[in-house]
């Protein structure tokens, strides 16, 4: 029989986002439902974040044992079971799972509503037998492998991210399209894991980040082994045997390239399929749906969040919007979203980590900037680590406010943390080289980096004469 229930919140899509919206909404007072047709936790859980860091660390370990000659140890001859890399993959997945699941949520006091959600309203959305009537919805159904229009790929069987990671046993030979940070993590740790790995891209790998940092990561990754096609046109995709061969044209010449499996790793769209927005008079474009600063539709009452909204696919970019669409549905505080402060890590090795501005954002922006490094090869702890590829690279305005920071080295994601901070709080550089820092740590990099915005000024021959004026007085 169709059922008919009423609720303070409703979520559209039980993912990270989603379930950051359900678990606060609950434990804050309101009555909250969760519609969710597939997995609890999303592409985040499942697909993306959590299998492939897991997959990264076991390549990691790999590679420390391939290379482990450099500390003096000679290490047994490498042998990669791929079954229990999948398994790995898998436990982990499953030992994070309980805090996203179904009987979690209902314990915390969630609806949990198994099927797949439909506008039939401004405020009513129809799941399976069940129609939900709330006071605020909110969309986070998240995003998709986007499959580009090459001709042939249709024909053939490919490998996205919510596939490659049921593989039990590695691609001989494997095709990756896309050189983003997909595919560029995946390509690093499937290579790391014995597999002959060849990336394409229209354009440079990770060409949303700072060449400076990404020809780093390149150089890394092409002594490992992996070969780049780049800044080439994919012309079209077919069978040929048992793997997939694919034609290319490289400087107006053709080529073909031959591979056992093929990853597609092309970017992301919104998943947006079924949802008849238009029902709830909820506005929206290929790229997703349309936002204020508030995380408000165009029905101001359905607010969206996440991947869905286009922009920046992350995890902690889907909390972030959480915490604003709580504060604003159950508080009425006008919050709105502010991402001057927001991180970004590539899980490559060396990672890239950012946040705040590029240095040519800086430029444009403020026209004098300062920019400021520091190398790993300059950093001890680094060298005992025999791992100094990599920068600190820190961009100040002439005043010496802190407006960016880009690093590329060993934890690049974990030391980028400082950064944030001071950007957020619109802090100067002196805050970072005046701290006492533990030796050895790699986080001297951040201090020696900030340090040198002063140096000019320290060893000048001003200072040289003023010190020499004062010691002259004894």
Not at 55 to 67: E, F, G, P, V, Y
Not at 189 to 213: F, M, Q, S
Not at 253 to 280: H, Q, T, Y
Not at 340 to 365: C, F, N, W
């Amino acid at each position: 029989m169709p059922n008919q229930i009423f609720v303070d919140i409703c979520v559209v899509g039980g993912g990270s986002g989603g379930l950051y919206v359900a678990a606060g909404a609950s434990q804050m007072g309101a009555d909250v439902a969760l519609i969710e047709s597939g997995k609890m936790g999303g592409d985040c859980l499942n697909h993306g974040c959590v299998p492939s860091k897991a997959l990264i660390a076991a390549a990691h370990t790999a590679h420390t044992i391939k290379s482990a000659r450099r500390f003096g140890i000679e290490a047994a001859e490498l042998n990669i079971n791929f079954k229990a890399v999948h398994d790995h993959i898998h436990g982990v997945i499953g030992k994070i799972a309980p805090q996203d699941s179904v009987e979690r949520f209902e314990g915390l006091g969630v609806k949990i509503i198994k099927a797949r959600g439909r506008f039939v309203g401004p405020t009513e959305v129809q799941a399976g037998e069940t129609t939900v009537r709330a006071k605020r919805i909110v969309i986070a159904t998240g995003s998709r492998a986007s499959i580009p229009l090459i001709p042939g790929l249709d024909s053939v069987p490919f490998l996205t991210n919510e596939t490659i990671f049921s593989y039990t046993k590695s691609p001989s030979k494997l095709l990756i399209i896309g050189g983003g940070t997909i595919g560029s993590e995946l390509a690093q740790a499937y290579c790391r894991l014995g597999c002959h790995v060849t990336i394409l891209d229209i354009a440079k790998i990770l060409n949303n980040d700072d060449p400076e940092l990404t020809e780093v990561v390149r150089t890394r990754m092409l002594k490992e082994g992996v070969v780049f096609r780049e800044e080439i046109e994919i012309m079209s995709v077919q069978k040929a045997g048992l793997g997939v061969a694919i034609d290319i044209k490289d400087n107006g010449k053709i080529e073909r390239i031959n591979g056992s499996d093929l990853l597609v790793a092309a970017g992301r769209v919104p998943n947006l399929d079924g949802l008849e927005l238009e029902k709830a008079g909820i506005e929206y474009d290929r790229h997703g749906i349309k936002t204020d600063k508030r995380l408000r539709t165009s029905n101001s009452k359905v607010f969206a969040i996440g991947d869905v909204v286009g922009g920046f696919h992350l995890t902690h970019v889907a909390a972030y919007h959480a915490g604003v669409v709580l504060r604003n549905a159950l508080f009425r505080l006008p919050t709105k979203v502010n991402y001057s402060a927001l991180p970004r890590v590539t899980y490559t090795d060396p990672e890239i980590a950012h946040v705040g501005m590029t240095e040519a954002q800086a430029r444009k922006k403020f026209g004098d900037i300062r920019v400021l490094r520091h190398p790993f090869a300059e950093n001890d702890r680094a060298q005992a680590q025999s791992d100094i590829d990599g920068l600190a690279k820190i961009i100040t305005n002439s005043k010496g406010n802190v407006v960016g920071a880009s690093i590329v080295g060993p934890q690049a994601g974990e030391l980028i943390q400082s950064w944030i901070l001071l950007i957020k709080k619109k802090m100067k550089i002196g805050t970072v080289a005046g701290l006492i820092i533990p030796y050895p740590t790699l986080g001297e990099v951040n201090k020696r980096a900030a340090g040198s915005f002063y140096t000019s000024k320290l060893f000048s021959e001003k200072t040289k004469q003023f010190v020499r004026l004062l010691l002259k007085l004894g």
